[in-house]
T-cell receptor, first 111, second 115 residues
Framework: RKEVEQDPGPFNVPEGATVAFNCTYSNSASQSFFWYRQDCRKEPKLLMSVYSSGNEDGRFTAQLNRASQYISLLIRDSKLSDSATYLCVVIGNTGFQKLVFGTGTRLLVSP | DGGITQSPKYLFRKEGQNVTLSCEQNLNHDAMYWYRQDPGQGLRLIYYSQIVNDFQKGDIAEGYSVSREKKESFPLTVTSAQKNPTAFYLC??????????????FGQGTRLTVV
């Protein structure tokens, strides 16, 4: 089993739609979780951290479910500019913060 | 401003040649990483380093080598032993857990093409 798993998609949605991605992780001791956005041929950029209590940033909401070992990203009112690949990143709880990436979920928002 | 810099952005290499990709950070981060990304694929870990003069193999280390002589620098050499080196290479860094949030910073990437 992979350490971090994501549905590669693509998710094709119309503008204005709400879309949700999940990411499962296998290491129950993982401590930190993030969603990154990667545009084609560019480096990943931090979209948001994922906290135990859940967090929201504008149209984006991230949640963590430790019992089921998954994190989620919800995008409301999708924009054309949201089209990208969304990477889930999990970090372990040792002194060394090893990054483990999911393969990413591709989102395509159409007019 | 602090950040992480990769160079060059584009690199062309002839088959059989070694080539070195540069990665420098001024964030005072302890850990540095090299990833490879192929078209339509996720990031695969090549090597990582927790501290100076120490590094570990990732999932796809064969055909690659690294050094960590300085905290700021983590160069990656793609050797002629790497069978299919054409890819997008990303360098990243994170602080030590007790020195700050775990957010990873990325360089802009180096696109290597073997001709």
């Amino acid at each position: 089993r992979k350490e971090v798993e994501q549905d590669p998609g693509p998710f094709n949605v119309p503008e204005g739609a709400t879309v949700a991605f999940n990411c499962t992780y296998s290491n129950s001791a993982s401590q930190s979780f993030f969603w990154y956005r990667q545009d084609c041929r560019k480096e990943p950029k931090l979209l948001m951290s994922v906290y135990s209590s859940g967090n929201e940033d504008g149209r984006f909401t991230a949640q963590l479910n430790r019992a089921s070992q998954y994190i989620s990203l919800l995008i409301r009112d999708s924009k054309l500019s949201d089209s990208a690949t969304y990477l889930c990143v999990v970090i372990g709880n040792t002194g060394f913060q090893k990054l483990v990436f999911g393969t990413g979920t591709r989102l395509l928002v159409s007019p | 401003d602090g950040g992480i810099t990769q160079s060059p952005k584009y690199l062309f290499r002839k088959e059989g040649q070694n080539v070195t990709l540069s990665c420098e950070q001024n964030l005072n981060h302890d850990a540095m990483y090299w990833y490879r990304q192929d078209p339509g694929q996720g990031l695969r870990l090549i090597y990582y380093s927790q501290i100076v003069n120490d590094f570990q193999k990732g999932d796809i280390a064969e055909g690659y080598s690294v050094s960590r002589e300085k905290k700021e620098s983590f160069p990656l050499t793609v050797t002629s032993a790497q069978k299919n080196p054409t890819a997008f290479y990303l360098c990243a860094s994170t602080p030590r857990r007790d020195r700050g949030p775990a957010e990873a910073f990325f360089g802009q990437g180096t696109r290597l093409t073997v001709v």
